[in-house]
Nanobody, 115 residues
Framework: QVQLVESGGGLVQAGGSLRLSCAAS????????MNWYRQTPGKQRELVAS???????YYVDSVKGRFGITRDNAKNTVYLQMNSLKPEDTAVYYC?????????WGQGTQVTVSS
């Protein structure tokens, strides 16, 4: 069974940085894409960034130029580097992996950005 474990969330002031990690229990290259989503109360989960097995990364417009998604194949870990954080980035961030029609989710990690 695939497990995804996120870490790295916390409280940070606006303008600060955090790096989220998502450790997979299996070879990350088996996944078509690995993704970071975020969700705030009362809103739908939003795709923030995506890194495919092959091809270009994707970012939602609101984080372009501030966030970076990378993958360490040797560690089976995906990272989300978040810089110049804004209060509107406050959310629970979820790691997601897609393999064909199957999706796997982590438990989420809270990111809170104070103004």
């Amino acid at each position: 069974q695939v497990q995804l474990v996120e870490s790295g969330g916390g409280l940070v002031q606006a303008g600060g940085s955090l790096r989220l990690s998502c450790a997979a229990s299996t070879n990350v290259l088996r996944f078509t894409t690995m993704n970071w989503y975020r969700q705030t109360p009362g809103k739908q989960r939003e795709l923030v960034a995506s890194i495919p097995r092959m091809g270009s990364t994707y970012y939602v417009d609101s984080v372009k130029g501030r966030f970076g998604i990378t993958r360490d194949n040797a560690k089976n870990t995906v990272y989300l580097q978040m810089n110049s954080l804004k209060p509107e980035d406050t959310a629970v961030y979820y790691c997601n992996a897609r393999e064909g029609r199957d999706y796997y989710w982590g438990q989420g990690t809270q990111v809170t950005v104070s103004s």
